[in-house]
């Protein structure tokens, strides 16, 4: 896993001298957003967590979409996909960005909780747009559920940076 990190970290560095050299300032904007860890871990946290999304909705909506009615399939796809995204989201924000320890059973479950319901939040936000854009204006579902995920993990990183995975004063 090192090995691969090392090759991703070099390719990126790479690819903003580049930036760099045609934009310096744009450069160093990039480079600045590489060297935030947590947010460039965050940012493949959520492409994980949206590529698990994405799938599960597929799985549902195509080869079990026979099995759900038409006027639901879309909702229906969408939760399921949701509950699954977020119980694999949860770990790995937990273990892999923001590195929070628990001290007893109590706490991990008060962050636990904290964590589904600002997700019930953007969950709402994600269940609104996937009903104005696909179900009343007709436009792609895939396409849709792509996009609107995107407007979800900028919403979920300040969730969850803000109000989720707070750190106490004694830890890094």
């Not at 390719?11 to 460039?40: M, Q, Y």
């Not at 796809?77 to 059973?105: D, E, L, P, R, S």
């Not at 396409?143 to 940076?161: D, E, H, P, R, T």
């Amino acid at each position: 896993m090192k090995l691969i990190w090392s090759w991703i970290d070099a390719l990126a560095r790479f690819v903003i001298r580049l930036i760099g050299r045609v934009s310096p300032k744009l450069g160093g904007f990039c480079e600045k957003l590489w060297n935030n860890t947590e947010l460039v871990a965050y940012l493949f946290a959520g492409v994980a967590t949206t590529v698990v999304n994405y799938i599960v909705y597929y799985i549902v909506t195509r080869p079990f979409g026979a099995l759900i009615p038409t006027e639901l399939l879309t909702t229906v796809g969408t939760c399921i996909a949701w509950v699954i995204a977020v119980a694999f989201g949860y770990v790995v924000n937990k273990v892999f960005v923001f590195h929070t320890h628990c001290g007893n059973t109590l706490q991990l479950v008060r962050e636990f909780i904290s964590f589904v319901t600002m997700r019930l939040v953007s969950f709402g936000m994600e269940l609104a747009l996937m009903f104005v854009t696909v179900d009343l204006l007709g436009l792609n579902d895939l396409a849709m559920k792509l996009l609107i995920n995107i407007l979800v993990i900028i919403a979920n990183y300040v969730f969850s940076k803000l109000f989720i995975f707070r750190k106490s004063k004694g830890e890094n």
